[in-house]
């Protein structure tokens, strides 16, 4: 089966996380926000591919939840690690265009899915 493009941009995402995650440790010896965002940024991704083969689309729309609220929770580590300064403004500006655009790839996903499941 074809990627879908949620799963290329989440995908994407969660390379460019890590790439920040090992830059907050080894540049700013900050660990435990930067493990926060680790975590959160990389399971949508995780959930995106394991939702491809959900065993419903109840399963598919709750994987889909799930990646929605981890997606959220990173734009939250992501605002926090900016407004701690950890992240200059430009730094923050670069990624963050990128969680926006994927919690509303997740939130038009879900929207779609209940919406079928409620014919």
């Known amino acids: 089966m074809r990627e879908s493009i949620i799963q290329i941009k989440t995908y994407a995402f969660a390379i460019r996380i890590i790439k920040l995650y090992k ?3 080894e540049n700013k010896k900050e660990f435990v926000l930067s493990k926060q965002l680790l975590r959160s940024g990389t399971a949508p991704g995780a959930l995106s591919y394991e939702a491809e ?3 419903s689309k109840a399963d598919f729309l709750n994987k ?3 990646a929605l609220k ?3 929770e990173t734009k939250f580590w ?4 900016k407004d701690s300064s950890y992240l200059t403004i430009e730094e923050f ?3 963050m265009p990128d969680c926006k655009e994927i919690i509303q790839m997740l939130v038009s996903t879900v929207k779609t899915t209940k919406s079928s499941m409620n014919r």
């Open 53 to 55: 083969h959900a065993q």
């Open 23 to 25: 830059f907050l440790c």
């Open 78 to 81: 992501l605002f926090l690690l």
């Open 93 to 95: 500006s670069a990624i």
């Open 70 to 72: 981890e997606a959220n």
């Open 64 to 66: 889909m939840n799930i």
